[in-house]
């Protein structure tokens, strides 16, 4: 599972790239400091796209919030990644969909199945015992991408009003496959829109990636 990924955009180009898509983008809660960060974990807060509250399939609009990754699940552990198979998410009041703008992410593998890898280790380092591999996964031709997520009101999460998001994840595609057996759902840019809107089924964009639209490479490089 997801639990580690990377933002370095500019809330510049964030906002020139989503301009293209001719729907409004709002900021509610004010421009946010959109510091580059080269690894954001569970329970950080980073940005999200929402559909924007009292917007209509007339007039859709978008809003960009800073959010907390995760809310605690039944168990108490952080609800980080959630199975997007086969259901159906809605936008709500107190919960939707959304989007969590990032340039990359990261999976990590045991040391031990790096000649089952798919890539070249020759020349990796040893690691101590109990330390894994950490490979750094792009969107191929893109500079940044929105992961599907679903935000929502809990309790128990301190911030924002209580607000927090979780990524969602659907079956690997060939390029994560040898290093996962899940993958963040990535939503392809001209689909951004449906998604946030809600006008496009789930298991429409929730599906895997085909081969050869993610680049990896060692992070440890």
Request: aromatic share 10%.
């Amino acid at each position: 599972m997801c639990n580690e990924a990377a933002r370095r955009i500019s809330l510049g180009q964030l906002r020139e790239d989503w301009s293209q898509l001719k729907i409004p983008l709002l900021f509610p809660e004010g421009l946010p400091n959109l510091e580059p960060v080269a690894s954001f974990r569970i329970t950080d807060t980073t940005l999200i796209l929402r559909a924007a509250r009292d917007t209509t399939p007339d007039t859709p609009a978008a809003e960009a919030v800073m959010r907390r990754w995760s809310w605690p699940a039944p168990g108490g552990k952080p609800m980080y990644n959630y199975r997007a198979d086969d259901r159906e998410f809605r936008n709500g009041v107190a919960q939707g969909r959304c989007l969590i703008a990032a340039d990359a992410f990261y999976e990590f593998t045991d040391p031990a199945r790096r000649g089952a890898l798919p890539v070249d280790t020759a020349d990796l380092p040893p690691l101590p015992k109990g330390r894994k591999d950490k490979w750094t996964f792009t969107l191929a031709g893109a500079e940044w991408f929105g992961i599907a997520g679903l935000w929502r009101t809990h309790p128990q999460v301190p911030t924002h009003g209580g607000e927090a998001f979780t990524m969602l994840t659907c079956p690997p595609g060939p390029d994560i496959a040898p290093f996962h057996s899940r993958q963040i759902v990535i939503v392809p840019r001209a689909e951004w829109g449906c998604w946030l809107d809600g006008s496009a089924p789930a298991a429409d964009i929730c599906k895997p990636l085909t081969a050869g639209s993610l680049t990896v490479a060692s992070a440890a490089r």
